[in-house]
């Protein structure tokens, strides 16, 4: 593929970026229109509701998008939504080539808006950087190819693998760019997470404050629901996005409590141990229509879902301290074997501050 190819698409991706954190349960996407080597149009996707990318690039092209070249990060969308079909436009404006880097796996469109496309005469390309592009909308596909949530763990910790002291002592950790950086996560997602540990240990509000952002929908999935007298996630709950997740005879009770009042409330299936079933508790979250969920409980709620098999993406805050003794950030997945061993793709590294984060994805077998 020829520089000017790619630099368009990469061009692309960067407009897409813009849309990080408002487009859910959409993708981002990021359009751009080019004729005769030249930009004539570019666009991205904001909210739901809004132009999508292709629409809007088109619109600024005009009416010399007709005979021109256009580069989308994801498949054009062919079906009517809160707006019309993409492949509607990209007709209607006489485009003759696409570039496509994916083909959305929503199984609306799924190849078929390249079809359409194809059909009316339109050389259509897909592939360009297509890791990068599928990367940069793993949520959205995660939840299509799994048909549940997509899950991403967040553990901040010591160089020792400690998420608090021996006496549970854990504010702060790590540093403040890297609490930015956790808060941008959960401005990213549809949900956020956590067990009862984690309630009673930080009282946490779980609400979007370092950065600009949504709130997500915050979540406490626990077998007991034995709250603490002051719970921030009970009493802050004005918005009504609190939801608690536990076994079924346990919600019940629960419901008839003053605590119980104005929150969602599911039900969820108890394992052989008496836990909380995840894939029971996730499907509740597909049922719902969350397309992510960000887990910042404790170790307990980290190793249940690595246990699983349903973390889909690793956030790693390392912290350059020492603890020594103190709370294990994950606790015994029953791996015997190195070759056993948890291992991880598309794995990176960057700085935040004085910490280190890594970022991957664990390998599905």
Not at 13 to 35: C, D, H, I
Not at 143 to 164: C, E, S, W
Not at 193 to 206: E, F, I, K, Q, Y
Not at 269 to 294: C, E, T, V, Y
């Amino acid at each position: 593929m020829s520089t000017p190819s790619l630099d368009f698409m990469q061009r692309a991706l960067v407009l897409a970026e813009k849309g990080r954190g408002s487009t859910s349960p959409n993708p981002m996407v990021g359009a751009v229109v080019v004729r005769n080597g030249r930009v004539i149009g570019e666009g991205f996707h904001l909210a739901p509701g809004a132009d999508h990318a292709e629409i809007a690039a088109l619109r600024k092209a005009g009416k010399a998008a007709s005979g021109a070249t256009l580069y989308v990060t994801l498949e054009p969308c062919c079906h009517t939504g809160r707006t019309g079909p993409c492949t509607d436009a990209v007709i209607a404006y006489g485009i003759k080539t696409v570039f496509a880097a994916v083909k959305d796996p929503n199984p609306a469109v799924n190849g078929r808006g390249i079809r359409i496309l194809r059909k009316a005469g339109i050389t259509v390309s897909t592939g360009l950087m297509r890791e990068q592009a599928t990367l940069l909308n793993d949520k959205y596909f995660g939840y299509h190819r799994h048909r549940r949530p997509f899950v991403i763990l967040k553990t901040a910790q010591t160089l020792d693998g400690r998420i608090a002291t021996a006496s549970g002592d854990s504010r702060w950790i790590t540093s403040a760019a890297s609490r930015r950086f956790a808060h941008r996560l959960r401005a990213e997602v549809d949900a956020v997470a956590v067990g009862m540990g984690t309630v009673r240990s930080d009282n946490p509000a779980l609400t979007v404050r370092h950065v600009k952002g949504r709130n997500p929908y915050r979540i406490v999935l626990s077998r007991s629901l034995k709250f603490p007298p002051a719970c921030r996630l009970l009493t802050d709950n004005k918005d009504y996005r609190t939801i608690i997740a536990g076994g079924e005879d346990a919600i019940e009770r629960f419901s008839r409590t003053k605590k119980g009042r104005n929150l969602i409330l599911w039900g969820v299936r108890l394992n052989r141990q008496g836990m909380p079933q995840i894939r029971d508790f996730l499907d509740k979250a597909a049922d719902f229509g969350l397309q992510s969920i960000l887990l910042e409980g404790g170790g307990t709620l980290a190793t249940a879902f690595l246990k699983a098999g349903l973390v889909d993406k690793y956030v790693l805050i390392t912290a350059p301290i020492l603890c020594g003794q103190g709370v294990a950030a994950v606790g015994d997945l029953n791996i015997k074997k190195l070759g056993d061993a948890i291992r991880f793709e598309h794995g990176s590294f960057e700085t935040c501050g004085i910490d280190n984060i890594f970022i991957g994805y664990p390998q599905r077998s």
